[in-house]
């Protein structure tokens, strides 16, 4: 069992920065590839970034939408997954959630554990 809880969300203004954190309970944190999922009002749920159980910056995959922007990192120390989000803009704004899979994939239903979500509005 895995509980996720996602911190860091707010409003920015286009262009800016923020750093989503994601904080793992359990054990087996570091056995587990982390994503990062989002969803905009009246769209699906998407795949935006995720990153290998034990967090090799060789294993990281994006969207292609975020691309060059925004870094996924972790800490399996502190049981905790990061999003750093560069060069924001307003089709970023979104609830972003974080997700735990026992296999690496973009498709959301690989997922067994998610967070509640956070809130990240950009204004333009």
């Known amino acids: 069992q895995v509980q996720l809880v996602e911190s860091g969300g707010g409003l920015v203004q286009a262009g800016g920065s923020l750093r989503l954190s994601c904080a793992a309970s359990?054990?087996?944190?570091?056995?587990?590839?982390m994503g990062w999922f989002r969803q905009a009002p009246g769209k699906e749920r998407e795949f935006v970034a995720r990153?290998?159980?034990?967090?090799?910056?060789?294993?990281?995959y994006y969207t292609d939408s975020v691309k060059g922007r925004f870094t996924i990192s972790r800490d399996n120390a502190r049981n905790t997954v990061y999003l750093q989000m560069n060069s924001l803009k307003p089709e970023d704004t979104a609830v972003y959630y974080c997700?735990?899979?026992?296999?690496?994939?973009?498709?959301?239903?690989?997922?067994?554990?998610w967070g509640q979500g956070t809130q990240v509005t950009v204004s333009s």
């Open positions: 990153i290998r159980s034990d967090g090799s910056v060789y294993y990281t």
């Open positions: 359990g054990r087996t944190f570091n056995s587990y590839t």
């Open positions: 997700a735990a899979a026992q296999r690496g994939s973009d498709y959301a239903g690989a997922y067994k554990y």
